[in-house]
């Protein structure tokens, strides 16, 4: 039976409440404001650094300052008192006297995650909540799940970790029945949801900083399978975490034939589609073959496998599961290209999301490049980090890797001699696969401000 999720604090619907988020221009941050600024709050906040996003944020009329102090929040605040204040997991963690913080507790005024502002519009407006949760595959599969409802002509709202072609990154539709989220389990986020459904996307270890054990992270994903209606999930990750299968779960096979017939490319978007059409198949009632044709047609989500110019890629990837999905799909994308028979003019530029997770996954970057025909290692995006360990440089990660991986990997800087060398490696008819963290002073950053559409080598 679904648990019930905790009583939620209401409000006095007479006043319209006025929500502070710290940290706006966020991937999660950014779209839960637009969402609640649709829903019917009044919306403002603030971020460290301006981006194109809080322009978008603004247009929807949005109150944002760039910058985070103390008097910029007293100015909000004196002009329209605050009633909740919503930030990110990662804000007290990097800074527990964050000004914006500090002002909110010494003005009595509510502080929370994003998690129970969204459980209370979910609430108050009602809606039935699909999750989708895992390791590796969320942004994409949350993605799917919207383009495959709105293609079989369901009202939905949603979140998801991505700019779409088709769609903000947040949306409140009213009148709707159903939000998608994108569940993250970092800092246990999604065990603050009790879906109606949860699609689990796959499962590997991860955030060791959160979870300290496999047994730690594998026991938060069955507490949010408890908390779940259904769950839809591969019998590869049933078998590793389920004692027992009752009629809430689905159980898929990753290994039946009739995946490959989906033509989405890349094996592991084709299992995101297949798991995302079966999940949802009972609640939009329609044919499967009709909701695969539906899915085929998926438009696909930014920084995911996202071409830049011909021949050059940017992809989120940085878990070993994740990189060796989107080297698959470069391979197939390089053979379907006609260029490397064997999928082997692959070269990668590899920027490690966060030294303390490089820390952690060592061990596996040793032959994750072995079948590539470059690599060029650039410095890791360092963010949450662990101060007392080691910083692993591009020569350090490179010294990690195998002997037939090292003898084709170069460390490398976001400078003009990379630029010369990925051009080289175009005009040559390489494919290039930069692994990038994204964010400002990113690698995915730096290749926007220095290739383009079209561009020629």
């Not at 689990?200 to 047994?215: A, K, S, V």
């Not at 650039?378 to 963010?383: C, G, N, R, T, W």
């Not at 360990?389 to 350090?396: A, M, N």
């Not at 690698?443 to 290739?451: A, H, M």
Request: glycine share 8%.
């Amino acid at each position: 039976m679904l648990s019930q999720p905790p009583s939620i604090v209401k409000t006095d619907k007479l006043k319209v409440m006025h929500v502070y988020f710290s940290g706006i221009g966020g991937t999660a941050i950014g779209p839960l404001a637009l969402i609640a600024k649709q829903a019917g709050y009044e919306v403002s906040g603030s971020d460290a650094s301006d981006s194109k996003y809080l322009d978008n944020l603004k247009q929807a009329g949005i109150d944002i300052h760039v910058g985070q102090s103390r008097e910029q929040i007293a100015e909000t605040h004196a002009k329209k008192p605050i009633d909740w204040l919503v930030y990110s997991s990662a804000l007290p963690k990097t800074d527990p006297n964050h000004p914006e913080l500090k002002f909110c507790q010494e003005n009595g005024i509510r502080s929370s995650r994003r998690d129970d502002l969204l459980n209370e519009i979910i609430k108050d407006k009602s809606l039935k909540l699909i999750a989708v949760a895992g390791t590796h595959g969320k942004t994409t599969s949350t993605a799917m799940a919207i383009w495959l409802m709105k293609q079989a002509g369901l009202s939905i709202s949603y979140s998801v970790g991505a700019k779409l072609p088709f769609g903000e990154m947040g949306h409140y539709q009213p009148g709707s029945r159903y939000f998608v989220y994108e569940a993250d389990e970092y800092d246990r986020n999604f065990l603050s949801f009790y879906p109606e459904t949860s699609l689990i996307t796959g499962l590997d270890y991860d955030h060791p900083d959160i979870y300290p054990t496999r047994q730690s992270y594998d026991d938060a994903f069955r507490e949010f399978f408890e908390q779940s209606g259904q769950v839809v999930l591969w019998q590869n990750d049933a078998q590793e975490i389920l004692s027992e299968f009752d009629a809430k779960y689905l159980i898929l096979d990753n290994t039946d034939p009739a995946i490959e017939s989906i033509e989405l490319a890349g094996r592991v978007n084709r299992l995101d589609a297949w798991l995302v059409a079966k999940g949802l198949q009972p609640l939009l009632d329609k044919p499967f073959d009709e909701l695969i044709d539906k899915m085929n047609a998926f438009p696909g989500v930014s920084r995911r496998f996202e071409k830049i110019t011909d021949g050059l890629y940017t992809d989120y990837a940085h878990t070993p599961a994740k990189i060796r999905g989107a080297l698959q799909l470069a391979q197939e994308v390089a053979r379907s290209a006609g260029s490397g028979q064997a999928g082997d003019n692959v070269i990668v530029v590899y920027e490690g999301l966060h030294n303390t997770r490089q820390h952690f996954i060592k061990d596996e970057l040793k032959d994750l490049f072995d079948d590539v025909k470059g690599i060029y290692i650039v410095p890791s995006y360092l963010a949450r980090e662990d101060k007392d360990l080691e910083i692993l440089t591009p020569e350090k990660i490179l010294d990690l890797l195998s002997i037939t991986a090292k003898a084709k990997a170069s460390p490398a800087a976001l400078d003009d001699n990379l630029e010369k060398l990925i051009k080289q490696h175009l005009g040559q008819g390489d494919l290039v696969l930069c692994l990038s963290a994204g964010g400002a002073g990113s690698l995915d950053e730096w290749l926007r401000q220095n290739f383009h559409t079209g561009q020629q080598s």
